[in-house]
Nanobody, 113 residues
Framework: QVQLVESGGGLVQPGGSLRLSCAAS????????MSWYRQAPGKERELVAR????????TYADSVKGRFTISRDNAKNTVYLQMNSLKPEDTAVYSC??????WGQGTQVTVSS
């Protein structure tokens, strides 16, 4: 079955960086677009970034453009989210998403001094 396992979350000060990873299995990763979403307390889940199967096209939410970078390694079945210049408003549970409704369990990112 499809498994998506995120890692790399944690507590970071404003202006800091984190890199999230999502290890995928159970489907043809190299043929699948992948996405990162986030959900902050009391808010709706929002799309943060998306990457096509070959990694040639990436899209970002306006709120993270220029600060976050999505990438993938198809040899490792892993998608990444590099987050720089983090702000308190980036605090949320970050989850990766694969096609056909497959979600990871999420990883908490907290940006606070």
């Amino acid at each position: 079955q499809v498994q998506l396992v995120e890692s790399g979350g944690g507590l970071v000060q404003p202006g800091g960086s984190l890199r999230l990873s999502c290890a995928a299995s159970g489907f043809t990763f190299s043929s699948s677009a992948m996405s990162w979403y986030r959900q902050a307390p009391g808010k709706e889940r929002e799309l943060v970034a998306r990457i096509t199967s070959a990694g040639s096209i990436t899209t970002y939410a306006d709120s993270v453009k220029g600060r976050f970078t999505i990438s993938r390694d198809n040899a490792k079945n892993t998608v990444y989210l590099q987050m720089n210049s983090l702000k308190p408003e980036d605090t949320a549970v970050y989850s990766c998403y694969a096609p056909l409704g497959n979600w990871g369990q999420g990883t908490q990112v907290t940006v606070s001094s």
